[in-house]
DNA sequence: AACAAACACAACCGCCGCAGG
DNA sequence: GCCTGCGGCGGTTGTGTTTGT
């Protein structure tokens, strides 16, 4: 038995493209999109399976590709990210506009995994790879490979007695830049979706961190997704989103990172600022 | 100049989750 | 609930280019 193959391998061409099936591919999607990949290469008329377009189109030929070197910015938010998503290239992708996951695993692979390696034993003495060397050690006790960090079921119980709940009034949002802050509080649902566990930190230490200070550097580093599927935008904060689908309050919400991954969510809040790792890891 | 090794990146493969029948 | 087809994802491979000897 087995799974039939994606497409009909007879007859259809593997390897590099040409400039003519570029040309092709593009004008054909300009003109009526691409609502079936599948029967997109018999109507375009390519000698291709639908997998082979739609990788060209979405890692190549999309009009919004982001092409050239990595800048030093770009290399140093991948690293970041992956720290805290483990090989969600997609994820890494969809917070870098114009790169793909293609592109960020190439340049992961090849250039920030090596470098990665060289720069902890270099900088040993470094405050913040001290930091990081914390949460190696938790890592370390779960699963190696850069993955996520998933708790011990055993211990959800006493894991998520700490958690707080971020909120921000909708009619606050337009001008959250600096001025209005999200409210910090401590849920009456201790198992609610939209609270975060604060781990083995006590929830007012949080809550008083999270001064004007820290959020306006927060927000100093967010930026606008569009979500052209379901007309939605939000407010990317490295990590934190702020979803404005809501009518009475935009809830920040943990979106692309697991509900469990607290340790990695709070990393990468609190490596924003250079004091607070100091005062909360 | 020739060759090998290393590198960079495009492309492929196989698996998975989801939606629809 | 099961089956099937599809899109999406991450791992891996293939191939062209650059660098070192």
Request: glycine share 4%.
């Amino acid at each position: 038995m087995g799974r039939a193959p994606c497409c009909e391998k007879m007859g259809l061409k593997k390897g590099p493209w040409t400039s003519e099936e570029d040309q092709i591919l593009i004008s054909y999607i300009q003109r009526y999109g691409h609502g079936n990949w599948r029967a997109l290469p018999k109507q375009a008329g390519l000698l291709r399976c639908g997998k082979s377009c739609r990788l060209r189109w979405i890692n190549y030929l999309r009009p919004d590709i982001k092409r050239g070197n990595f800048t030093r910015e770009e290399e140093e938010t991948i690293i970041d990210l992956h720290e805290m998503l483990g090989n969600r290239w997609s994820a890494i992708a969809a917070r870098l506009p114009g790169r793909t996951d293609n592109e960020i695993k190439n340049v992961w692979h090849t250039h920030l995994k090596k470098r990665l390696s060289t720069t902890t034993t270099q900088n040993n003495k470094n405050h913040h790879v001290v930091q990081k060397s914390k949460r190696q050690r938790h890592q370390q006790s779960c699963d190696d490979d850069h993955q996520v960090i998933k708790n011990d079921e055993d211990d959800d119980d006493t894991k998520y007695n700490n958690n707080i709940m971020i909120t921000m009034d909708q009619d606050d949002e337009e001008n959250n830049n600096n001025n209005n802050r999200p409210v910090v509080s401590s849920p009456a649902d201790q198992s609610s979706s939209s609270s975060f566990s604060t781990g083995d930190h006590d929830h007012n230490d949080i809550i008083n961190v999270m001064d004007d200070d820290f959020w306006s550097e927060v927000f100093s580093s967010g930026e606008i997704i569009n979500d052209h599927n379901t007309s939605n935008s939000e407010v990317l904060l490295d990590g934190l989103s702020v979803n404005n689908q809501f009518s009475d309050h935009a809830l920040i919400t943990t979106t692309n990172l697991d509900y469990d991954q607290d340790m990695d969510f709070w990393y990468n809040i609190f490596t924003r600022s250079a004091d607070l790792p100091e005062l909360l890891l």
